[in-house]
Every structure is written in C-alpha cells, then in structure tokens.
DNA sequence: ATGAAAGCGCTAACAG
DNA sequence: CTGTTAGCGCTTTCAT
C-alpha cells in the first residue's frame, strides 16, 4: 500500500480511503489512486485490514459434507450472496464423529470469521452452547434451534401435505421411511415423521408402528429388509412415504425388481425434489436448497451488521407437492385394497 | 496472547511458540501454556500470523459451481486433506461471464490464500497468464494446462477404452454426444472426443460428422433435436457414447419413451460412473473425482511448502470401464445393424 | 529455554 | 479533503 500512495504522492491514510470507497477523497486523488494501485496489481491484505478492523470479512459455513445435492445447491446460491457483500466464504467439512470432536474442540472458525453458517447437523446442547462461545453470529441452517437464528423450511408441513395427498388417493395403509444419518449427523427426520402422523391423525386412520421405518441412506441391504418387512404384513401398506428422493428411488427399484408396479400397486412418494426424481418421475415433496442458502447468507450479512443481537429471526420456507407418476389412487392398481379386488 | 501468557506466567514469545509445537521449550512450561490456552478458550488469530508470516493458512479454490456431482466430490475429499495439515478453505464461486470477469480482475485471491486450486474451466491464455501473476502456487484440476501444474484423469484413454467396449460389442455405428458448457465453461470434453475418434480410427472405422452432436447440458430440447438427427440419419447408430452420465440417462430416457430398447436396440454408455449411473444400469467409465480433489490438495501442499517451484507437476488419473446393463453386442438386439436382421 | 523489542500492512482517531 | 500517529495480535530476530 506503501508503493500505492507513493506512486499516487499521496499518503497510505489516502490510498486506504480510496481503496475502500469512503467518499471523503477528492475525485482527481481517488483516480490517481486508482490508476496506481491497478498498475501495481495491488489488492488489500484482509489479513492486516482485519487486524484493525476486527472483522475478517469472511462466513464461515460448517457442513457434514459437499457430495450433497442439499449442501451444493445450497452454497452454491449462498456464495453469490456473500460475494456481492465483499466476503469471502470459507468452509468446514465435518465428515466423521473424529473431526466433529476436533471441531468443536478448538473451534478452528474463531476470530477467523465474521459468522458461523451450520448446515443440517443435529447438535447436542452441550455443542449449541459451544457455538455460543464463539463471539459472532451463529445461524442455523435446515435446522431449527430454539432462541437462535435459523433458516429452515417447514418440514411437518411438507409431510402433512405429502402423506394428505396419499389420503386423498384412497390410501390408508401408509408406510414412512425415515432415514437415520451415520454417526450423528441427522436430517429433518422427526419433523417429518410428525407431519406425516399429524395427517394420519387428522383423517383418523390409526398410527402403526408397523409401518415406520428407519434406515440409513444408502444401504441397500436395509432397505431391501425394510422392504420386506412392510411387504409381509398382515396389511401390507399401499403407499411408501420416503422422507428423502434418494430413498424413495430406491423404494421404486427394489419394487419393481419384484414386479410389483409402481404406482400401480404401490404409490411411492418422496421428498426434496432432486434432480433424481424428475428422472424417475417421482412424486415428491419439493424444497428449494438455493432459497435456504439464499435467506441464509442475507441473514448472516444482517446479524453481521446489526449491533442489536437479540431479535432472534426464524426463516421459514415453503414446500410444496410435486405430483408425477408414481402416486396413483388407490383403486386404480390391482392390489388388493380396503375393498379393491383382490389379485393373483 | 497477552492474556495467556500472563495466566500462565511467561512471555507472549513463549506462549507463540508453545502454540506452534516448537520443540524449543520445556514441557512444565509447555503444560502451563496449554492449559492456560484452554482454560481462556484461545485461538491464534490467522490474521494476525499471517501478517508477519506472510502466509495465510489459507488455500483457495475456484469452482464454476458447487451444485454438481464433480466439485462435491472432489471438493469433500480435497477439504480433509487441508483439515490435516492445518489450512483453511476458502471457495470463489464463478456461476457467471459477470463473476468471471469480475473475479480475474480483481483476483481477490491475491494476497489471501497460499495457493490456488483452479477447477475444472476452460481458461483463457490471458486467464492463466493473469493467474500467474497471483504470486501463488496455482493448480489446474480436471484440466491440462501446459507448463502448469494440473490434476486430471486420461480423458482420451478413458474415451478410448469405452469407444472400444463398443467396437468390441460388434458396434460399427457409434454416436458421440459432446457436452458444451454454459458460458464459456467446459469440461473436458475435446479429450475425450479425441479418444472417441482414436479408438475408431484404430479400428479402421471411418469418423462421421453426423454422428457426433454436440448440445449444452440439461437442454432437454436439445437433446431431442440431436437424437432425432442421429435417428433419421440413412445409417443410424447403434450405439451412443455420451461424454457425461447425465447425458446418457437423458439419452435412455428418450429413447425409452419411444419404445426403442436400451440395449437391445441401441447400446448407451456414459462417463462419469455418478451415482444416477448405477440407478439407470448404466454402462460408463468411471473417474474419481475424490481421488482427483486428494491429489489436488496433496499438490497444493506441497507446491506452498516447495521453495523450487520450477518441477512442474501432472499427476495424470486413471479411468475404467464400469460394464452394466446398458450396452450389449450389437446383435443381441433386432436393430438392424451390418448383418443383423431388420426388424418391424 | 525464555524474554524484550521490532515490525508485518493496514485502519482509525486526530490534526490541520 | 488529506497527512500523521498509534496501534491491531502476532512472530521473529537478538539477547540472555
């Protein structure tokens, strides 16, 4: 910066200015320092600049990982957010129980971020609290923490709405697939499996246990038990409500290698609304990542700014039913339904 | 700092270097430090070292998005290898011509990270001679660039090995389905076009204009057009090898929706091996991008740490054929190929 | 093995 | 509107 005001003959006082837009610099200086700091290839050390400020002018996130449609749509559309602000974005992958100890051992992102992004983990309190220690803003993202900012969409909705539709078909006899992440990372699993029981309940059709399974995502050989184990009920269900796409694709595979079709048999619906489900024609329960990360980074940006800290915001998103092809009334297979005819 | 050290009855020097893992001090006191650090939750500010270091802890990627399968991946894989030796990640995302250009103008990067990781864009000489001035270790992934450092896998092989899956499945009509890129983006589809036309020309089958077709990704019109071309054509393909996996299921699907059997009638295969090519059966020659983002960050370690920066490096990846269910020998189907007979 | 002092590059008062 | 001065929190000589 030094080379900078020399080779404007101005002072390093003047060069800062400039550089950073105040408006107190007089046109002719503000072009001469401009012109001298492109010639020089000069760009602002954030590093120094934040020594003084004490702000780092970068958001940190914390995800379980990338190799995710939630977390790449996600970051993918909060980035431009953080960069039309002028910040940097900077990530943590947690993929293993080792490095969440790590992480929340020596909490790597203090003093090295202006606020603190955490995408779908599911927190124990004592790890909430340590957040909390962090002097800056903490939000939550797809995840909702009582008393602190979080950005999330409506899960009970979606499932109330999913598994309504469901009814709406006919189907009475409707199995849940809850999906349980490894070593402690979770989704919106509970929330989802309360809509889907809020509707059942709403329409008087008695909960079973029977009918709710939990897997992890991705295991085959789960699912295919799973599977089996809804199929040789004394009731099997007519319809299965997966509570993520990548699942309910699953779902439709190991039924149709068994030649039970699909809708017509079994309705499958699922949730999230992946690319994947287009491609199978999925009914599904969509949520939009990019919003989430939308709404997430404008409110970093805000708590950043806000002096006041107290007004605790809740962002709440919509979802919304896709219907395609893999939902089917009830009476329009030939399996045999609460008075549908029966089948070889 | 001054906090510990006064906690823990020593001098900052002491507590910087208790700090760092110096050896160059006594463990009674290296005991007292540490203890003293946790106790005040303290964490070296990066900003602060960095300033008279000179170096920022920080390595710096760019990525077009991180909404896809590749950068997900490699990025996932690349993050631990950082976490591992202490670095930081910082993602610019470039989505647009806009951000491009904004990006390399001002090359935000200069001055915060240590090194560069370049993802995957089709740059321009000027891009890279603009980058080189960044005075940091750059590195190219998923893409070859002379004279640079780069990680990528053998595009031409991989194309090469699948043409000759086909050829060796009696296939003499073989389409090629190249992806162009949004934007100015590309991937590294001329490679692989190149291994195409290799593997043909070995097998001393003519190339054909006609066969090759080249549309942007996720254009489901375009993708209509280019198969109503190849299908209209006096001799048609019998196989089409598309340069993405996401492509290629884009390709089964229309095809299906005509009633034209995959593979009886007409082989698919893909590259990629993404998760939604083993849900599709699909045939395709897989290519790492985990072990590609491992590779990267090892690289990128070792070019900050080199003081010769003159060894440039290319750790060039192998592909491999993942046979499924989507290609078959050319007369297994009743298409009628050289020989084989027509069918209605 | 430890401490004292200097300074990394910048911004924030404060003068003028 | 611009320059001067004093640090921000750390690492690094250089002593001891």
Redesign the pocket.
């Known amino acids: ?5 020399e080779r404007a ?12 837009g ?9 072009a001469r320092v401009e012109q001298a700091a492109r010639e020089l290839d ?4 954030r ?8 702000r780092t002018g970068t958001v940190a996130v914390l995800v379980p990982t990338l190799n995710a449609w939630f977390m790449g749509s996600a970051l993918s559309s909060l980035a431009p957010v953080l960069r039309a602000a002028g910040m940097e974005l900077t990530v943590y992958v947690i993929p293993d129980l080792a490095e969440r100890t790590s992480f929340f051992d020596r909490l790597p992102a203090r ?1 090295n971020a202006d606020a603190l992004l955490v995408f779908s983990f599911d927190l124990t309190e004592e790890e909430t609290d340590r957040l909390d220690s962090l002097g800056m803003p903490v939000i939550y993202v797809s995840q909702h923490v009582d008393g602190r900012p979080s950005v999330y969409v409506d899960d009970v909705a979606g499932a109330l709405h999913g598994t309504r539709h469901l009814l709406n078909l006919g189907h009475r006899r409707i199995a849940f697939i809850k999906t349980v992440g490894a070593s402690g990372f979770s989704f919106s699993s509970n929330e989802r499996l309360l809509g889907y029981q809020q509707a059942l309940a709403e329409a008087g059709v008695p909960l079973d246990d029977d009918l709710v399974a939990a897997l992890p995502v991705g295991d085959q050989r789960a699912l295919t038990e799973a599977l089996g184990r809804l199929l040789s009920l004394r009731e099997p269900p007519t319809a299965v409500f997966a509570e993520q796409d990548e699942v309910a694709v699953a779902v439709i595979r190991a039924l149709r290698r068994t030649r039970i079709e699909v809708p017509e048999q079994v309705s499958v619906l699922g949730f999230d609304d992946q690319p994947v489900a287009d491609l199978f024609d999925l009914s599904t329960i969509a949520q939009s990542p990019s919003d989430i990360g939308h709404e997430a980074g404008r409110l970093a940006l805000k708590l950043i700014d806000d002096s006041e800290p107290d007004h605790t915001q809740h962002i709440v998103l919509p979802t919304h039913l896709i219907p395609r092809a893999t939902t089917a009334p009830l009476h329009a297979g030939e399996w045999e339904g609460d008075g549908g005819s029966p089948r070889a």
């Open positions: 910066m030094a080379d900078v005001a003959g101005v002072s390093a006082s003047t060069v800062s200015r400039t550089l950073r105040l408006t107190t610099v007089s046109p002719e200086v503000r000069f760009a602002v050390s590093q120094a600049a934040s020594l003084v400020t004490g003093r």
